[in-house]
């Protein structure tokens, strides 16, 4: 009898597969959709990088592949602002359930706040591609710029999450909305995951400089460590996964499944834009 083999990088694709899966069939059956529209088009969107970059490896040439890789990653970036902003409005804005939701000025002046220090940290993390030798290789410069918006995109949204995480773990109660409220439970998983990719980046990054591969050895074991640190990074991400699905499979205290209505705000200050704590999915 032949048994069939598989990588533990194959397992762990298909467990973070199929927990997306089990995700959706969660926010659909438990009718979550309509609250959460882009938490549950980012979910898609995953599960569709995950199956296009499983299926067509190997069967693109590596021009197209990184082309469809990397455009969904920027997809997926914009998704991921597209999450944060609403669960920072369902935190502080019309999901504000205790006291006022902010005012347009405190969403402004958050927005900035956040903003310009997830620019500045993403102006300070590991080096910038040199331009003029981007644009030296006339042919290949249009895919070199799409591969470092998004590697750049990927690494703002990733600090946005993880500012995000904090304002609302550390205010979020103060307005209705505390740890066991659907947004923060949400906003947990992500900045955790966000905090994983930045870490194994950081990692990464600092073995590219600080270790010189001399022979095939060398590289064996460096590229078998990336390995490791990247199984590790869909480790973190399955168990978000595990954790959304459960805390939204969940009503939150004072729903009205509970017997209590939440008290909304009957206007929305939110202003066109971004909101405080997002002013912000992977694989990935």
């Known amino acids: 009898m032949h048994w069939i083999h598989f990588s533990l990088e194959q397992i762990l694709w298909a467990l973070v597969f199929a927990a997306h899966l089990v995700l959706l069939v969660v926010l659909l059956g438990r009718e ?38 990397y455009a969904l990653l920027i997809a997926a970036s914009l998704f991921l602002l597209g999450v944060l902003i609403e669960l920072t409005r369902l935190t502080f804005g019309r999901g504000c359930r205790r006291g006022k939701p902010l005012s347009p000025l405190a969403w402004q002046g958050w927005s900035l706040l956040v903003v310009a220090i997830a620019l500045t940290a993403l102006y300070y993390w590991g080096p910038w591609p040199d331009l003029k030798a981007m644009q030296a290789n006339a042919q290949a410069y249009p895919l070199l710029l799409t591969v470092v918006i998004a590697l750049k995109s990927e690494l703002f949204v990733s600090m946005l999450a993880i500012l995000s995480g904090l304002l609302m773990m550390l205010f979020g109660g103060r307005f209705g909305n505390g740890f066991r409220s659907h947004p923060v439970q949400l906003i947990i998983g992500l900045s955790t995951t966000a905090v994983a990719r930045l870490t194994v980046e950081g990692i990464t990054d600092r073995i590219k400089v600080t270790h010189k591969i001399t022979n095939r050895a060398d590289y064996d074991r460096i590229l078998h460590l990336f390995n490791r640190l990247d199984n590790a990074r869909l480790v973190v991400w399955l168990l978000a996964i595990l954790w959304w699905t459960y805390a939204l499979w969940q009503d939150e205290p004072g729903s009205s499944s509970t017997g209590e209505a939440p008290a909304l705000a009957t206007t929305d200050p939110t202003p066109t834009g971004i909101s405080p704590a997002s002013s912000v999915n992977p694989e990935e």
């Not at 882009?38 to 693109?60: P, V």
């Open 32 to 69: 979550r959709i309509q609250r959460l529209p882009w938490f549950t088009a980012l979910t898609l969107l995953s599960a569709l990088r995950l199956l296009t970059d499983h299926l067509l490896q190997g069967k693109l040439s590596t021009y197209a592949f990184y082309w469809q890789s």
